[in-house]
Structure formats: structure tokens, C-alpha cells
């Protein structure tokens, strides 16, 4: 929609994995500061700053120096020629792009090597892939926790600060088809610094917190898992959780007509945490033995949970950790987060970003590329993996696709 003044553009904003699509930036003129509102309330601070990023100058680099876009694809052709076991990682991108980079990385000719890749976030992503490969799980969606949930509980994470709005947009909403979303009942079960406030129900219940440290959760979820299968637990407190308080909890889960059971990985962050997410998934298979109750990641971000899919699409596995010094290239890719460093490396780097990129080291090669959602078109799948978004171009950009990028690349090195 345009007036003669104020340009305005209603986007979807992948700054997390809930991908809102209910967000609305606008502007007068070029150099105008952008105004971004969402439908109710107020926009999260990643909604705010993805959208407010500068347009600063978007010059290719070859160790720092500015160069053309023809001098910088010719040199990084040379380093791939030179390659003999190169990875493409970082891969924060859209779906297009992945497709892009998997086609690259994946080369017909055969004067170069395959290359194999990794996204920036394999370490925690690669906790519920374990999980689902081992044992599978019974998930649900964000439009199912606004419909039907009655209690939703927490483990480990308090999920705002990696989704914003998820209180927002799925728990206390006034959409709900099939249940009063203010009577909800809301637990926190372990986690560090938690914002338990987003929890609390419009009519100002609190939500109930049974607090342990989590690198403490294997055990308490291991317990809470025992409880829902009739065992006796010989002790007054795991970790510092009372079991009567778990017993509660489990009589509540066993109660509610629609109980939701929600981890973030990344929140996770201890040796074999996917044992600890097994344990929730497998704790909603016994309840859904006798009631009915599902588990749902949160989380998400830089595109993880497309390229995850879509990789798995392509090449019938999912994506896995790569051992970074077993490789002579770095193809680094990360178009969504600027502010975040690629590890520090001793090979050669070559880098396609956002310009505001940061490096320890300047790359070998640095070529500028757009941002999906902002300066061009793009497709995410959301965190819950049943919705497909599109991504608007919200402002003019002369910036490139990755996509285009690694066409010319691949027409250098032909």
C-alpha cells in the first residue's frame, strides 16, 4: 500500500522461528527512520532491529580491500579450484538459498570436489534430531497450542527469550476456538533466569515455577518420567524438587484435556541433553495412553529449520556437525544475523553476508548479499514445522541474492 508520502509494507519477520506475520513497517521517504507495529501490542526488540538495520555500504572485500564483484567472484573461484575438502557452513539463509548452496556444494563438474555443510546452529539443532531419529516423537503446532491447550509447561526455558510473543500470539489470546484461553494453567519446570512474567494469565494467576538449575533437568525429568509410569520414587527431593510436588504436577498433566509440554534446545546446553528431551517426549507417550498431551520445540532461528528440511529433502539425511579443522575452505553463509561471528579459523575464509557482518579476521573474500525479509523476497517454514511463510522485500536494496551470487560463481568456476 503506498500514499504520496508514507511507503508501508506488511511483512512476515523471521528474527525468530515464530515467523509473525501480523507485522506492518512503515516510512516517508528514503532516509526516513522506519515505524514497525504489529497487530496487538507492541513489536518484540527482534522485530525492531531486524527491520531497522541500515543499509550501510555494501562493497566486496578480498582481505579487507574493497574490490568489484567481478574481482571477487574470480578470486574465490581460485580458492575453490585450489580446494580439496571445502564446507560450506554458517547457512543462514532462506529456502532459496539453501537450494542454492546445496546445488553448489553438490557440483556436476568434476574438476571440484563435493563439499559438505553445516548449519551455525548443528549443536543444538542436532538435540532433537537425535531424538526424532532414535525414537520419534508426538509434537504439536503453534495454532494447536492456541486452540486447544489447558496447561502448558515449561522445561527448562521460559521460551521468551528466544520467541518474543509466543505468550502473545499462542497462550493468552483471545482466538481460541475450543477452550478459555485466560483460564490456562501455565508451569515452569527447572531452567537459569527465567522471565517467568509472560506466564502470568490476564486475570493475573500466576504461574506455578518448581525452580532447579539445568544442568539438573536429566534428573528431573528422568523422575517426572518415572511418576507418570505408576513408579515409587524412595526420596523427598530430586535435585531440590520436591517429589510431591512432581507427583502434583503429574496428577495435573494427567487431569488437563489438552496438556502441552515445550523445551528449547538451545536452552539445553549440557552434554547429552537429547537424553533429557527424550524424556519429555517420552513422557507425553504415556500420557497419551490414558489422556491427551503433546510436546512441542520452540525455539529457531537463522533459517535452522528450513535448511534442516530441506536438506533432508535433498539428500535424504539431515544435517550433522563437520569437524571444521579437517577442512582446507570455509564457505561462510549468514544473511539473517550479522552480529554473529563465524568461528575463528586458520584456512581460508570465503564469506557471503549481510555487510555488517562481523569477523575476527577479515575473509579472504567477503561478498555483500541481501537479507531475506528485507531486501528481497524469501520462504521460511516456521519452528513448528506445519506452516510455509513468505518473505516480503520490505525496502529497496541493490544487494544481490545468495542465490545470484553463487550462480555467477558457479559460471566462473565452468
Not at 376 to 387: C, E, I, K
Amino acid at each position: 500500500m503506498q500514499t504520496s508520502t508514507t511507503k508501508t509494507v506488511n511483512a512476515t519477520c523471521p528474527a525468530c522461528g515464530l515467523l509473525c506475520d501480523d507485522v506492518t513497517v512503515s516510512w516517508q521517504g528514503p532516509d526516513a527512520k522506519l515505524d514497525v507495529t504489529v497487530k496487538s501490542g507492541k513489536p518484540c526488540g527482534k522485530t525492531v532491529a531486524f527491520f531497522s538495520r541500515p543499509l550501510n555500504a555494501a562493497t566486496p572485500m578480498i582481505a579487507g580491500k574493497p574490490v568489484s564483484l567481478v574481482e571477487a567472484i574470480a578470486h574465490a573461484g581460485k580458492l575453490l579450484q585450489q580446494a580439496q575438502m571445502p564446507l560450506v557452513a554458517g547457512l543462514s539463509t532462506d529456502l532459496a538459498g539453501f537450494r542454492a548452496a546445496y546445488q553448489f556444494a553438490h557440483p556436476t563438474q568434476s574438476n571440484r570436489p563435493q563439499a559438505n555443510m553445516m548449519h551455525m546452529n548443528v549443536h543444538s539443532s542436532l538435540r532433537n534430531t537425535k531424538v526424532l531419529q532414535s525414537t520419534g516423537w508426538q509434537t504439536t503446532t503453534l495454532t494447536e497450542v492456541k486452540n486447544r491447550a489447558d496447561m502448558i509447561v515449561c522445561i527448562g526455558t521460559d521460551v521468551v527469550h528466544h520467541n518474543p510473543r509466543f505468550f502473545e500470539r499462542a497462550v493468552w489470546t483471545d482466538e481460541a476456538m475450543f477452550t478459555d484461553a485466560s483460564a490456562r494453567k501455565v508451569m515452569y519446570l527447572g531452567g537459569d533466569d527465567l522471565n517467568t512474567a509472560p506466564g502470568v494469565s490476564p486475570k493475573g494467576e500466576l504461574p506455578t515455577v518448581l525452580p532447579c538449575a539445568t544442568i539438573d533437568l536429566p534428573e528431573v525429568t528422568a523422575a517426572l518420567r518415572a511418576l507418570l509410569q505408576g513408579k515409587v520414587l524412595k526420596v523427598d527431593a530430586i535435585a531440590g524438587v520436591k517429589v510431591s510436588a512432581l507427583t502434583q504436577l503429574v496428577e495435573q498433566l494427567k487431569q488437563a484435556k489438552y496438556a502441552v509440554l515445550i523445551w528449547v534446545a538451545k536452552d539445553l546446553d549440557f552434554p547429552h541433553a537429547e537424553l533429557t528431551i527424550q524424556n519429555i517426549t517420552e513422557s507425553v507417550v504415556i500420557l497419551n495412553q490414558q489422556s491427551r498431551a503433546m510436546g512441542l520445540g520452540l525455539g529457531g532461528s537463522d533459517g535452522d529449520t528450513t535448511v534442516n528440511y530441506a536438506h533432508t529433502w535433498l539428500d535424504g539425511l539431515t544435517l550433522g556437525e563437520q569437524d571444521v579443522d579437517a577442512h582446507d575452505l570455509i564457505v561462510w553463509i549468514n544473511s539473517f544475523s550479522p552480529d554473529k561471528p563465524m568461528p575463528n579459523v586458520s584456512q581460508p575464509v570465503i564469506a557471503f553476508g549481510h555487510p555488517d557482518t562481523q569477523f575476527t579476521t577479515p575473509p579472504e573474500v567477503f561478498i555483500p548479499v541481501a537479507t531475506p525479509g528485507l531486501d528481497a523476497t524469501g520462504t521460511l517454514f516456521r519452528v513448528d514445522s506445519s506452516v510455509v511463510l513468505p518473505l516480503k522485500k520490505v525496502r529497496e536494496s541493490a544487494l544481490p541474492t545468495l542465490a545470484e551470487v553463487l550462480l555467477k560463481l558457479e559460471a566462473q568456476l565452468a
